[in-house]
């Protein structure tokens, strides 16, 4: 389900392409470091994205070096690292695991339940490190699995269950600014949920797989040709609420950056979705 916080890379200055590379790689070494290695195959672009706040509104001390990377053909990397990237590497973590468990229980492939496995007690570290969080995503799955059971129509309870699990993630610790980044991350766990439902809306149409897209669209009627307008004024809706958060922090360090992801970024993947599926609708 995520993966969708990206930035627009066009729309950046190089300096800052090569800043959000850093961070990223940062992520991506954390994961190593803490993890097994092959535990990099799950790090996603969203919880680059959470390093990006935490450290723009906590300004930590942070390491900054370069080192050989495999992916990039042994080039050397540049990489920042400070300590909510570790903090983003344990998320990243806990929420794959829960997601592989989510997958093997609904689609029964083997392959998911082998992975989960290899996770777990990298996830049980995290758990007893991180309670809350934790408790978060285990409360998430049980009331997402009512709603799949009720067939619930209305995408917004849901999409809401999944902004309470991102808030708590975005809430690294409590204090003055627990309630800014609770609802920053709230409304972005509803952006990614809906845009997941929108990705996969002619999929699930077909297999009959829950999304409650589908479920609100056929209920109030909703024909085709005004279905692309519902979910973009839906998703716009939502993410203006993130950005309207964002903009009450304090943060100066990486605040291009973020405006790129808020702004432009999540887009992008929004983009490439609608003209996926114009042109599968036109190919009918």
């Given at each position: 389900m995520f993966g969708y916080i990206t930035v627009n890379k066009e729309e950046?200055?190089?300096?800052?392409?090569k800043e959000y590379r850093a961070y990223y790689c940062g992520l991506c070494r954390a994961l190593k470091k803490n993890f097994k290695n092959g535990v990099r195959l799950t790090l996603t672009y969203d919880m680059t994205f959470l390093i990006l706040v935490l450290t723009g509104l906590y300004e930590p001390e942070a390491?900054?070096?370069?080192?050989?990377?495999?992916?990039?053909?042994?080039?050397?990397?540049?990489?920042?690292?400070?300590?909510?990237?570790?903090?983003?590497?344990?998320?990243?973590?806990?929420?794959s695991y829960y997601n592989l468990l989510d997958d093997w229980e609904d689609e029964r492939k083997t392959g998911r339940w082998m992975l989960a496995k290899w996770l777990e007690r990298s996830c049980q570290r995290v758990a007893k490190e991180y309670p809350r969080?934790?408790?978060?995503?285990?409360?998430?799955?049980?009331?997402?699995?009512?709603?799949?059971?009720?067939?619930?129509?209305?995408?917004?309870?849901?999409?809401?269950?999944?902004g309470e699990l991102l808030g708590e993630i975005f809430v690294w610790r409590e204090d003055e600014w627990r309630d800014s980044l609770f609802h920053m991350g709230y409304y972005l766990g509803k952006f990614i949920y809906l845009m997941d439902a929108y990705e996969d809306l002619e999929k699930d149409k077909k297999s009959g797989n829950y999304n409650p897209l589908v479920l609100y669209f056929r209920e109030k009627g909703i024909k085709e040709e005004q279905r692309e307008q519902t979910c973009y004024q839906i998703l716009r809706m939502i993410i203006a609420e993130a950005a309207r958060e964002f903009e009450r922090l304090p943060i100066l360090k990486n605040?291009?950056?973020?405006?790129?992801?808020?702004?432009?970024?999540?887009?992008m993947n929004y983009e490439r979705i609608r003209q996926k599926r114009v042109k599968g609708i036109t190919e009918k």
């Open positions: 950046l200055k190089i300096k800052e392409w390491k900054c070096y370069r080192q050989r990377c495999m992916v990039h053909l042994g080039q050397k990397e540049e990489i920042y690292q400070n300590r909510y990237s570790f903090y983003a590497a344990d998320m990243n973590v806990l929420l969080q934790n408790q978060a995503v285990v409360r998430y799955l049980e009331l997402l699995k009512q709603c799949e059971k009720q067939q619930e129509k209305n995408p917004d309870l849901p999409a809401g269950y999944t605040s291009e950056i973020i405006r790129n992801i808020l702004y432009s970024g999540v887009w």
